[in-house]
């Protein structure tokens, strides 16, 4: 087995050999240690103050919520884990240089920072998923019940919680010298870093990007369609010739459907810009034995992914079109904003499907 001290997505992941990790009289660098103490201090900051706040916003109107406003939602509380429980211990990590709790912590620690991920990242998907369905196939979106539970957004938080199981068996706390005590993880030598780091980047980066990327791309293609029709056929033409079923079925979409598009495809570009450099440096600093991995690039890189958390709300406030106010509003009580900017989902849905009804009578 081989050990390392550091989290697998924390900023203290080294390829030095095995000698090196072990190795209790290695310093650090302590003016980038007060630089990475300095960035994270400020995502933390950010983060916290921006999806609380958001958080909160949401919280007040709740009775008026929206599908996309529950998925919004949760997608908060996962940056807010992400926020304080993988950039706070990475903080409080890098000042006190060592890891000081008992191995449960140690265990509950790492677990979190990884459901963070997970939640974050398929919280994004299951958004996607469910704007390709309202733009693609509205006739599915009217029909569906309204929920107790919200599904897409159950199986999100069950896919990061199963997902990050391996974290409790991997990190436990070591004792590296006489009464010294690291988080360290146990890898199988040599292949154990390598196959978990690359499957970890699979299934929390790779594949949901992919999965992303084929729902915007069919959304664009059916928005394409709607606003063709529009532009080269008149009333008249509509009722007479039959329609494309792809068409038919986005006939209807409306300017705030396709707001809420907008907003997926701007959250969908923030997680790719955030979390690319941090895998690539991941991948990079386990498969090349040569990887600069203690130079201050490759440390900074790996902290800015953290920004995302940041990132998200602020892309919801802008869309919604009262950023900052929204938070502003916090401070006094009782305040409530007469009109939302988005029509509640089943309002939407079921104009489009009268106008469809109107338009299949009519034939």
């Known amino acids: ?36 103490i300095a960035i ?34 949760h997608l908060c509380l996962a940056d807010l884990v992400v926020t304080f429980f993988q950039v706070c211990p990475q903080l409080m990590w890098d000042i006190t240089d060592r890891f000081s709790g008992p191995d449960m912590l140690c265990r509950l620690v790492k677990y979190l920072q990884v459901v963070g991920m997970f939640a974050s990242t398929y919280m994004i998907v299951v958004m996607t998923i469910d ?63 390598k196959t978990y780091i690359t499957w970890t980047t699979l299934v929390i980066f790779v594949l949901p990007i992919m999965t992303v990327v084929v729902c915007q791309v069919r959304i664009c293609r059916a928005i394409q369609i709607n606003l063709y029709m529009k532009t080269h056929q008149n009333e008249e033409d509509v009722i007479k010739q039959p329609l494309p079923s792809r068409a ?13 598009v907008k907003m997926t495809v701007v959250i969908v570009l923030a997680y790719i810009l955030c979390w690319s450099p941090f895998f690539t440096v991941q991948l990079w600093s386990v498969w090349d034995d040569d990887a600069p991995t203690e130079s201050a690039v490759f440390t900074i890189l790996m902290l800015l992914s953290s920004l995302n958390s940041c990132a998200n709300p602020c892309i919801y406030l802008l869309f919604s ?13 009782g305040q409530r904003s007469g009109k939302e900017s988005n029509p509640d989902e089943a309002t939407v849905v079921s104009t489009l499907y009268m106008s469809l009804k109107s338009v299949s009578d009519t034939r």
């Open 248 to 260: 038919s079925s986005v006939a209807g979409v409306s300017k705030a459907r396709i707001k809420t």
């Open 321 to 333: 079109g009262k950023f900052p106010r929204r938070i502003m509003a916090l401070l006094c009580t």
């Open 40 to 73: 994270l201090s400020i995502i933390f900051l950010c983060a916290a103050v921006l999806n609380f706040g958001l958080l909160l916003v949401l919280w007040k109107r709740r009775k008026q919520m929206s599908r996309m406003r529950v998925f919004v939602f």
């Open 131 to 193: 704007r390709y369905q309202a733009i693609c196939n509205p006739m599915v979106t009217f029909q569906r019940r309204r929920a107790r539970w919200n599904v897409p957004v159950c199986i999100a938080w069950g896919i990061a919680l199963i997902g990050s199981l391996p974290q409790i068996f991997i990190f436990s706390q070591v004792e590296i010298a006489p009464g010294v005590f690291e988080c360290w993880a146990d890898f199988i030598r040599p292949w154990g870093l």
């Open 1 to 36: 087995m081989i050990k390392r001290k550091m989290s697998l997505f924390t900023s203290n992941e080294t390829n030095s050999s095995f000698k090196k990790e072990t190795s209790l009289d290695t310093p650090r660098d302590e003016s980038l240690a007060r630089v990475e």
